[in-house]
């Protein structure tokens, strides 16, 4: 009986005092790996590629010609809070279209904070989706 009472003690400490000294954070799966395949998206149809700087921080958009159609920061030019990590960088890219698109292809993008949305491809607008 003294020995179960030891071990109840125990346990009962264990889970107050744990918790204060290991003040854990929950780390997202996005930080863990960097999910890009390519840096570089094509558009069969208009041929305007959708480049990813090596930072992976800016995305822009180049016609045929050359010409930048747009460059964007998602995270800073739609003033996203802060969230786990100071700088987010973006760890998914790729084209997307389903339902929630409304049918439509956008580039789906992730960033290592868990922070997610897509961006339009003829403007660049950023919609911001949600977080992790």
């Not at 003690?9 to 960097?34: A, M, N, R, W």
């Not at 929630?100 to 290592?112: L, M, R």
């Amino acid at each position: 009986m003294i020995i179960m009472r030891k071990f109840v003690k125990v346990i009962i400490l264990g889970f107050i005092v744990l918790p204060t000294i290991c003040k854990g954070q929950y780390v997202s799966h996005y930080i863990e790996k960097d999910r890009i395949n390519v840096d570089t998206l094509i558009d069969k149809t208009t041929g305007v590629r959708f480049i990813l700087d090596k930072r992976r921080i800016y995305i822009k958009a180049i016609d045929k010609s050359g010409k930048e159609l747009w460059k964007t920061n998602p995270a800073v030019d739609n003033n996203l809070d802060e969230y786990r990590v100071k700088r987010p960088t973006i760890v998914y890219f790729a084209f997307k279209t389903n339902k929630f698109t409304g049918n439509k292809e956008v580039i789906a993008i992730s960033y290592n904070n868990s922070q997610f949305g897509c961006l339009d491809k003829k403007t660049g607008h950023f919609q911001f989706e949600g977080q992790d």
